[in-house]
Structures are given as C-alpha cells and as structure tokens.
C-alpha cells in the first residue's frame, strides 16, 4: 500500500460511480438473500482484515467512526465521499482508511444490525458505499510482494461448479504463452480466499457455469476485492453466455470474448502491474 507522501487523489471518479451503479444492478438481480450475503461478506471480510491489526495504521476515536458509519448510512453517496475526503486531506494514508476506517466502519455496522438498531435496506445501502470506496481505492494499490519476472495467476472454478473442463483448458492455453499458473480444485469459498491473500499472484481467473453460479460468483468477488484489492479478476465459462449483463455489473477487470482475448488483456494487466510496482 502507499504512503500518504506518496498517494494520489483519493478516488478513481470513474471506478466509484460505476461500482455504484453496478450495487445497484445486482440488487435488482439477484435475490435478496443472496444480496445480503454480500452484505455480510463485506462486513466480515473487513473487520477481520488481518492487516487491520499493523502497527503502521492510525486508528481513529469511536466517535468519528459513528460519524463515518452515519455518513454512510445517508441514501446518497456523498456524505460518505466528504467525511473521507476530510480525513485524507488531514494525512490520512490510502493504508488507515482502507484498513482503519472502513474496517472499523463495516464493524459497526454489524454491530447496529445485530442490535436492531439499523435494518436490511440500511446496511446494503452503507456496504454498498463501503464497497464503492474500495473500489474507488485500487487503483493506488501496488503489489505487496517483489514480482517474479514471469507474470503469474491462480486459476480456479466457482465453488461448487462441476464443469471444470475450460479453466483446465484455460491453464494449459496460458502455460504455454509462459505464464506461472496455480490450477486448484474442489476448494471451498474461504479456502479460495485465503489462498488469493497468501499466493502474491497478480491475476486470478475464475471460472462459472451459468446462472446458477451468480450469487457465488457475486460473494466471491466482492471477498476477493477486500481481501487482494492489487489483483486482477478474470472471469470466464458459460456465465458469460447465460448472464453476461450481470457478471459486467460486478466490475470484474477481464471478461473475454475468446482465449486469444483472454491472453491479450492478461498481458496488458500484467504490464500495468509491472509498471505500478516500478512507480518510486
């Protein structure tokens, strides 16, 4: 993560409105208990963030974590975006908001709704701010390992998804072009995460069967975001036919048309990365 010194403005404009628009299009989509496990999913991942517990972070006073927490709570995005904007330009590093803030945010939160003191339609509004401003975040994020000089990735099917034939396919098409690649199978949501946020890979490729798979694919994303905010997703299998609208409104970073696109955007992604972490 960067240092305050050395930070660019806080959001990416472009990311954070379409991460807003896109909350909005899966909550028309998907059911509402899928949409609450998003919900949930932000909250866990963010307050038991393990780099939430580094000495380098500044926490703030439990009050301006109410007064954040209110902020994100309004209907409108604003408020959310001014409260943060302020502490940035008081010094607050891209590291204290994502891990600090948001992260001590996201508990309350959980807290309140545990207490009945906010109710469903509150939270998704407020997770949906959350999740917004993280995506707004990545961007600034440059890899927090040294890079190999081969570019890599860790390739896996959506949990619970039989078909595996195609990210197998996938693997073989990319070792071939002199990528490193992680194959793994069978692994459970949580599992998929913890090996994400311990690999150092730089793109992670995901692989749906359909319709079916979109409330797991959606829960997915949104821990992966949290959780390695410098990685690159990549999606791809039958969803893209079934479902395509809908997979494009999870902000996913690569969906391609073909395997050669597949490569082709990979690269680019790869290239960024190299020219991200070579930034002094």
Request: proline residues 5%; charged residues 20%.
């Amino acid at each position: 993560m960067t240092d305050r010194g050395l930070d660019p403005p806080l959001f990416h404009d472009d990311l954070y409105k379409r991460a807003i628009a896109e909350i909005g299009t899966l909550k028309e989509k998907l059911p509402d208990g899928a949409f609450a496990g998003l919900a949930r999913e932000v909250i866990r991942r963010l307050s038991d963030h393990p780099a939430a517990q580094i000495s380098s972070v500044s926490f703030p006073s439990d009050a301006k974590i109410d007064a954040l927490t209110e902020a994100l709570l309004e209907p409108g995005a604003e408020a959310g975006i001014a409260f943060i904007a302020r502490v940035r330009a008081q010094g607050a590093s891209v590291e204290t908001v994502y891990l600090a803030y948001l992260a001590a945010a996201a508990r309350t939160l959980g807290e309140w709704w545990e207490e009945d003191r906010i109710g469903f339609t509150d939270v998704t509004i407020a997770t949906g701010h959350i999740y917004a401003v993280m995506r707004g975040l990545k961007p600034l994020f440059r890899p927090t390992v040294l890079l190999p000089e081969q570019p890599t990735a860790f390739f896996t099917a959506v949990p619970g998804e039989n078909h595996q034939l195609g990210v197998s396919m996938a693997t073989d098409v990319f070792r071939k072009a002199g990528w490193d690649i992680v194959l793994k199978r069978g692994l459970e949501h949580d599992e998929m995460v913890q090996y994400s946020a311990l690999s150092g890979v730089t793109l992670i490729g995901l692989s749906a069967g359909g319709e079916y798979s979109l409330p797991r694919l959606a829960r997915l994303i949104v821990a992966l975001r949290i959780s390695v905010p410098e990685a690159s997703l990549m999606v791809g299998g039958a969803i893209l036919e079934t479902s395509r609208k809908e997979v494009e409104a999870m902000g996913i970073d690569i969906l391609p048309s073909s395997m050669d696109d597949a490569l082709a955007q990979a690269r680019s992604t790869w290239d960024q990365t190299v020219a991200r972490a070579n930034v002094s």
